[in-house]
């Protein structure tokens, strides 16, 4: 099947403003009428549920999460991006178009992109206009950073964590939504199944993380905004929580996942101590402004304290090999730099898992007060966790699973293949291509929230009428009955395994065969090994206490079951893309100096994956990418 994106036609510059006003419109008196189910309360879910509750709908929103607060976004350190051009560097929207383009390596809708690009000025205003402390310079405008992928200041950040900032925002939105009675939360509840009816999405099944209790929802639309899915490889920069349980259900209930080897590995987090770690501490891709990364050149030197050694002993390798960007190479790059100078036996600290990231020229350039006050807060995290003083020595890092470029396939309205399902944030398939440039998950999540669904979803709403699916329909009743069999299958399986000890398993071949660098060979063992440890799960796995009552065993086999599933589509779409392109590299394909090696002729396009059955093959549907505005050609970051 050839997938219709609904992707607008025209000057790219008008192709969102006119997309809107054509769409159909729900007056303000009838959108009371309709109930809409929002799965998720991060960026993208608070952003959306307050958006729709502003509007008059009627909005359920669910998190799994004892507070709406808690969201994932909170952990974002970094920024947002906007071309906004205050530093009057030469930004512009088509600047920041034609970045993400490239920096996706040209596996990307273009007007998606312009969308994200056009709106993200918006999101700003609106976040002044929340109260959000944007860090600001001495004449009161908005601050700005460079990012990596980027050779402009645009990314806008507040002290702090910005995401957590930005999350607050959204979040007073939503809670005055709730005041008003437009939105009901329900937290410490999780979506476990998605009730389809004759083909279209029409409520969710969900469990009462406190009480086991199944509860059944109905709704005119569903939106699922639940993020990523990077969890699958155990250790990331994810909270624990997060998993692609929401999305993997709608998959199994005839939604197209997409893309999903397009995952993205960040190049600044802490390396990993020892076996026994469950999540990976992730540290902001600013700290690339200053700092510079380097390796020793001798691998002798490699136990030496890095004072020790000198200057012409030191290889700044990212300067070395993209001399114009340097340390701000894109993340996918910087990534598997790192990776060669620890399998080339250069890599340094516990394991030799680590690369340098050092201030000491910064610090000698502005001061180390000046360095204090951009990155204080990052610094201090990483003497609490390291017991280092990265003032007076460089900090380790290392490259960890972080964002998921991958997720359901949705057209240009934020709306799967299957009609009343909308998918937003980073749970929908990307509109960043291959790789995420740094800052662009938060801009992605309130663009979707804010800007586009309100827009979206009423084109859709317009054309059903209201209620005519509810809770007493045969369908919720099975849903139910299929969830309830699939958790007391998984108590009574009585083995001797834990649900950790199988997930880090499944993260051990996920990370040595499906991460950085896959091969045909790693592929294939990874298809091999994936469908032995789910039969071991089965068979072996222990899951303790009962199904109705709190279990976070219960909840965390479900995940690890979807995980499971889910993984040998991720192995099986990177062994199908016989390409290198962003966060997907094949080592077969790969230029003389170590470059992703694309195939536009055979590649430039979605693939999407519709579900034939657990350790049945799937079948691939395609949406061709068509590049009117930017030419497609190799990246270079030289």
């Known amino acids: 099947m050839i997938l219709d994106g609904k992707t607008p036609t025209g000057p790219i510059e008008k192709t969102w403003d006119k997309h809107r006003f054509d769409m159909k419109l729900v007056n303000p008196a009838n959108k009371r009428k309709y109930k809409i189910l929002m799965v998720g309360t991060g960026l993208a879910g608070g ?45 512009s929207i088509y600047r920041l178009f034609y970045d993400t383009i490239k920096g996706g390596d040209f596996r990307a809708r273009e007007a998606d992109v312009w969308r994200l690009a056009q ?23 908005l601050d700005n950073r460079s990012f990596g992928g980027a050779q402009v200041s645009r990314t806008f950040y507040a002290r702090g964590q910005t995401g ?42 969900v469990r009462n993380l406190i009480t086991g209790q199944l509860e059944s929802h109905w709704g005119d639309a569903v939106v699922l905004a639940t993020g990523g899915y990077v969890n699958v490889f155990y250790l990331s920069t994810n909270a624990m929580g997060c998993s692609v349980t929401a999305a993997w259900k709608a998959a199994k209930k005839g939604a197209f996942f997409a893309n999903p080897c397009y995952t993205q590995i960040h190049p600044t987090c802490i390396p990993q101590h020892g076996d026994k770690q469950s999540k990976l501490t992730l540290m902001s891709e600013s700290l690339r402004n200053d700092g510079r990364c380097w390796v020793p050149k ?30 701000l190479a894109p993340r996918d790059i910087a990534s598997r730099a790192a990776k060669e100078q620890c399998d080339d036996e250069r890599g340094v600290g516990p394991g030799k898992r680590g ?23 990052l610094f201090e995290m990483y003497e609490k966790i390291t017991a280092e003083d990265a003032y007076k020595r460089p900090m380790r890092i290392y490259p960890a699973p972080h964002y998921a470029m991958g997720g359901l396939w949705v057209d240009y309205h934020c709306m799967s293949n299957v009609p009343g399902l909308f998918v937003l944030g980073e749970a929908n398939f990307s509109v960043h291509g291959a790789n995420r440039l740094g800052a662009s998950a938060l801009m992605q999540g309130l663009a979707d929230g804010y ?10 709403l317009a054309g059903i009428t209201p209620g005519t699916v509810k809770e007493d329909h045969a369908e919720f009743k099975k849903s139910i009955e299929d969830v309830d069999g699939e958790m007391n299958k998984m108590l009574n399986i009585n083995g001797k395994k834990t649900v950790s000890e199988l997930h880090r398993e499944l993260g051990s071949v996920m990370w040595e065969d499906v991460g950085m660098a896959r091969s045909d060979a790693s592929l294939k063992n990874a298809l091999k090994r994936i469908p032995e440890i789910r039969d071991e799960f089965w068979n072996n796995c222990n899951v303790t206490g009962e ?44 230029t003389e100096d170590g470059e992703a090696m694309r195939d536009d002729e055979n590649f430039a396009y979605v693939g999407a994956w519709e579900f034939k059955g657990v350790g049945v093959e799937p079948e691939l549907h395609k949406e061709p990418l068509k590049f009117e505005n930017v030419k497609l050609a190799v990246r270079s970051y030289k």
């Open 355 to 377: 690369v340098y990231l050092d201030y000491e020229t910064a610090i000698g350039r502005v001061g180390e007060h000046t360095i204090r006050e951009r990155y204080g807060n």
């Open 547 to 590: 199904a109705g009552e709190l279990n976070q065993q219960l909840e965390n086999a479900g995940r690890l079951a979807d995980f499971l599933e889910f993984a040998e589509v991720l192995a099986k779409d990177a062994l199908h893309r016989e390409e290198s392109c962003g966060g997907h590299f094949r080592t077969e394909h790969q």
């Open 119 to 141: 709106v993200s000025n918006n999101i700003i205003d609106q976040c002044v206009a929340q109260g959000v402390p944007f860090a600001r310079d001495y004449a009161g405008y």
């Open 298 to 327: 001798k691998k002798e030197d490699c136990d030496k304290a890095p004072g020790d050694i000198p200057e012409e002993d030191r290889d700044y390798y990212l300067e070395r090999k993209y001399p114009s960007f340097g340390n």
């Open 451 to 460: 800007f586009v669904i309100p827009n979206t979803i009423a084109n859709y």
């Open 164 to 205: 957590q900032q930005l999350l607050l925002g959204a979040y007073s939105a939503l809670t005055r939504q709730v005041k008003a009675g437009t939105v009901k939360l329900h937290p410490r509840t999780e979506m476990v199944d998605l009730v389809v009816v004759d083909g279209v999405a029409k409520g969710i099944t």
């Open 47 to 91: 952003a959306g549920a307050a958006s729709l509750g502003e509007l008059g709908y009627n909005v359920e929103a669910f998190c799994y999460q004892d507070s709406a607060r808690r969201a994932h976004s909170i952990a974002a350190q970094g920024g947002i991006n906007a071309a906004k051009n205050y530093p009057n560097d030469g930004d």
